[in-house]
C-alpha cells in the first residue's frame, strides 16, 4: 500500500463535516460512494441494506454518484431482484447517478445456480436498457440490448467521468468494445466498475483457484472467452493514460485488498478490493452495512478512503479501510480542452 497516508478516524465524529467535503464548497472535489457485496442482506437481513438505501438518500445534497460493484443478489431470484429494483428506484428518485454490475450469483440457468452459465436473463429484467437509456447520465450499452457491459459519464468537481461497467468474467468482445469507450473519451477521468478483479492479498487475479471466473461454470462454455483481473488489466486498463481507479468486490478471507499499478503511459491506477458480505472473516449481518465513502480531490491532489456502517453508524476499525493516497497526479490523466 504504497503513498498512502493513514487517516484512520477515532471517536465520534460528525458526519455532514467530517464524511464528506460538501460538493459545492470546491469543484475540484468529487464524493463516490461504493456499495460492496449486498447478496447477504437479502438473504439474511434485509433492513441492515434497508439502512444503506436510508443514508444515501439523507445524504444525497453530498454525493456525487454511486457504484453497486456486483452480487446484488444471493440467489438471482425474482423476489431478490423485485426487492433490489425497488431499493434502487429510491436512488434514481434523487437523481444521484449510479450504476450496478453482474456478479457471479446474478447470472446462471436458474435461481440458486448461479454462473454454472452465463444468462443474465433476470437481471436484465429488472434493470432493463430501456430504464436505463432515459437517464441523462446515460452512455451507452456494448450489445444495445442488455446491461452486461455498459458506461455512464457525469461531471462532477468541475470534471468529466466515465464509468465503465463489466460484466463476471468478460469476454474478449466486452473488453475490446470498452477499450474502443475509452479510446474515444481522452478527456475524461475513467473508474472501472466490475466484480472479480483484485484478492485480498492485494494481486489480480490471476493462476489458478476457485475464485477466478475461468473455474465458474461461464469459464468452460464454448466459444467464450473469460477475464480475470490479469486479463482485464492486459487487455484494457493498462493500455490508457485516463484510467484512474477501479472497484471491486467477490474475494472473501479479509475482503479487503489494495493495489497501486503504474500504466503503459505512466498513470498511476488505484485499485481497491472491499467485500464485508458472510464468509468474510468476522463479517456479521450480512456486512453490518460498510460502504465505501472515495473522494477525489484535485485540489489537494488526494485519494481518500473512509469505510462507514450505516447500521452501526461508526467507521470501519482497520486502518485498512480507512486510508489516503497521497500525491495523485490528476492533470496527468486527462487531455485538456
Not at 431478490?80 to 450496478?100: H, L, T
Not at 475509452?182 to 477521468?189: F, H, L, Q
Not at 472473516?281 to 472515495?294: A, F
Request: with cysteine; proline share 3%; net charge positive.
Amino acid at each position: 500500500m504504497k503513498k498512502m497516508k493513514l487517516s484512520y478516524l477515532v471517536g465520534v465524529l460528525f458526519l455532514g463535516s467530517v464524511l464528506f467535503t460538501s460538493c459545492s464548497s470546491s469543484r475540484q472535489v468529487s464524493t463516490f460512494v461504493v456499495l460492496p457485496d449486498t447478496q447477504t442482506y437479502l438473504e439474511q437481513c434485509p433492513e441492515v441494506f434497508d439502512s444503506q438505501i436510508d443514508w444515501l438518500v439523507a445524504n444525497r445534497r453530498k454525493i456525487d454518484a454511486v457504484f453497486q460493484v456486483g452480487d446484488l443478489t444471493q440467489n438471482n431470484s425474482p423476489v431478490e431482484w423485485s426487492y433490489m429494483q425497488k431499493s434502487f428506484a429510491r436512488i434514481e428518485k434523487i437523481g444521484i447517478p449510479y450504476s450496478v454490475v453482474w456478479g457471479n450469483h446474478d447470472i446462471g440457468s436458474k435461481p440458486g445456480k448461479f454462473s454454472d452459465v452465463y444468462n443474465t436473463t433476470v437481471a436484465n429484467k429488472y434493470f432493463p436498457l430501456s430504464f436505463w437509456q432515459q437517464r441523462k447520465y446515460w452512455g451507452a450499452s456494448a450489445d444495445g440490448k442488455t446491461l452486461d457491459n455498459y458506461y455512464i459519464t457525469f461531471k462532477s468537481g468541475g470534471a468529466d467521468w466515465l464509468v465503465l461497467n463489466i460484466e463476471f468474467g468478460p469476454d474478449d468482445k466486452a473488453l475490446i468494445w470498452a477499450d474502443s469507450v475509452v479510446s474515444m473519451n481522452p478527456d475524461k477521468y475513467v473508474i472501472l466498475n466490475t466484480h472479480a478483479y483484485l484478492y485480498s492479498d492485494s494481486t489480480l487475479l490471476d493462476g489458478k483457484d476457485w475464485w477466478r471466473p475461468q473455474a465458474y461454470g461461464i469459464g468452460q462454455e464454448s466459444g467464450r472467452t473469460v477475464n480475470d483481473g490479469a486479463g482485464i488489466w492486459k487487455k484494457l486498463l493498462s493500455k490508457h493514460r485516463n484510467v484512474i481507479a477501479v472497484f471491486c468486490g467477490h474475494i472473501l478471507k479479509s475482503g479487503v485488498g489494495t493495489l497501486v499499478s503504474t500504466a503503459e503511459k505512466g498513470n498511476r491506477v488505484y485499485q481497491m478490493l472491499a467485500n464485508f458480505q458472510r464468509g468474510v472473516t468476522d463479517s456479521k449481518l450480512g456486512g453490518e452495512g460498510y460502504l465505501r465513502i472515495v473522494t477525489f480531490n484535485r485540489k489537494t491532489k488526494e485519494i481518500d478512503v473512509k469505510t462507514y456502517s450505516t447500521w452501526n453508524k461508526s467507521f470501519h476499525p482497520s486502518e485498512h479501510h480507512n486510508f489516503t493516497f497521497t500525491g495523485v497526479d490528476f492533470d496527468g490523466y486527462i487531455k485538456h480542452h
